[in-house]
């Protein structure tokens, strides 16, 4: 199993384009999230799935969007990218009540 | 208002003795506990989870408690050693609210 990978591991945007980010899990996890981490601070939840078709917001949605079209897939897509927009983005997927398992991150820069 | 602290940014231990790190938490009713390792560039690891009606959980040098009248988890390293050197965080799950992390204590097991 690869469990949960994301593409691509870097990305320098500048200010007003948009980029989509890739996450995708073989895990058959219902529960998708993604989570954004600035330097020296804890995750913070944008938006997470509870199954395909199925998406809501977390703590800090603004700016961002998903879909989920497929139990294994969960792309985050930036519009407009601002340079708050600059962190590292991590996607997980786990079970109802279970540990998450974390992708190896996407290190964005915004300039 | 919600808040999540974890008791220090950095703690540095001696090798061979017990690491103790402390999570706290303010005005969330969490269903479960848990903890998580994050070596630098690399997404977090799951280590421990402790649900609500449990007061302790093990496994092999690792143990976390969970106090719901303290508001509180404390997470043990017994027997440090370099290879512990990391940044741990706690998350909780907050019904009707999804995971919420704290920002992270760094460990370092001084040899």
């Known amino acids: 199993n690869a469990g949960v990978t994301q593409t691509p591991k870097f990305r320098i945007l500048k200010i007003g384009q948009s980029m989509t980010l890739q996450c995708a899990q073989d895990?058959?996890?219902?529960?998708m999230y993604w989570y954004r981490q600035d330097p020296g601070m804890g995750l913070k939840l944008i938006y997470y799935s509870v199954g395909a078709g199925i998406t809501d917001k977390g703590e800090v949605p603004n700016g961002y969007n998903v879909s989920r079209s497929t139990t294994e897939d969960f792309p985050l897509r930036l519009e407009l990218a601002a340079p708050s927009q600059t962190s590292v983005y991590f996607c997980a997927s786990s079970t109802l009540g279970d540990e998450q398992f974390f992708g190896p991150g996407t290190r964005l820069t915004v300039l | 208002s919600q808040k999540i602290e974890q008791n220090s940014e950095a703690l540095n231990i001696q090798e061979g003795k017990t690491a103790t790190l402390t999570c706290n938490y303010t005005n969330y009713s969490p269903a479960y506990l848990q903890w998580y390792r994050q070596d630098p560039g690399r997404g977090p690891v799951f280590l421990l989870l402790i649900r609500e009606n449990e007061k302790e959980k093990r496994k092999e040098r690792l143990k976390v408690t969970f106090d719901t009248t303290l508001k509180q988890s404390l997470f043990h390293i017994t027997a440090s050693q370099p290879a512990d050197s990391a940044t741990y965080l706690c998350?909780?799950?907050?019904?009707?609210?999804?995971?919420?992390f704290g920002p992270g204590t760094r460990l370092s097991a001084l040899p």
């Open positions: 998350a909780l799950y907050n019904y009707g609210q999804n995971f919420v």
């Open positions: 895990m058959n996890h219902n529960y």
